[in-house]
């Protein structure tokens, strides 16, 4: 069984920065691959970046140079930190795990999600 558990969200202005954290609380002993998606009002979920635990990352493109996903596999946590926010980083941002070692941002093959938690950017 995985439980998951964002924190860490807020509300900044335009510029700003956030880390996201999710802990993960599971009885694998390898966690596999993990990602953050975000969903704004009135918008499909999208997958903002993945990791698996060799340390392998991708991106979507329009966080690409300003957000950045790290895997602490020793204290099962998974970060995300954003800098220089925008206002249409706005949304409620999700960590997802699954438990096999792909590589995409496809929401489908992810297993577990957690609640979300609330960012806010402000111009």
């Known amino acids: 069984q995985v439980q998951l558990m964002e924190s860490g969200g807020g509300s900044v202005q335009a510029g700003g920065s956030l880390r996201l954290s999710c802990t993960v609380s599971a009885d694998t002993y390898d966690i596999y691959s993990m990602a953050w998606f975000r969903q704004a009002p009135g918008k499909e979920r999208e997958g903002v970046a993945t990791i698996v635990s060799d340390g392998s990352m991708i991106y979507a493109s329009d966080v690409l140079g300003r957000f950045t996903i790290s895997l602490d596999n020793a204290n099962r946590i998974l970060y995300l930190q954003m800098n220089n926010l925008k206002p249409e980083d706005t949304a409620i941002y999700y960590c997802?795990?699954?438990?096999?070692?792909?590589?995409?941002?496809?929401?489908?093959?992810?297993?577990?999600w957690g609640q979300g938690t609330q960012v806010t950017v402000s111009s």
């Open positions: 997802a795990h699954r438990e096999s070692w792909l590589l995409v941002l496809d929401p489908t093959s992810f297993n577990h």
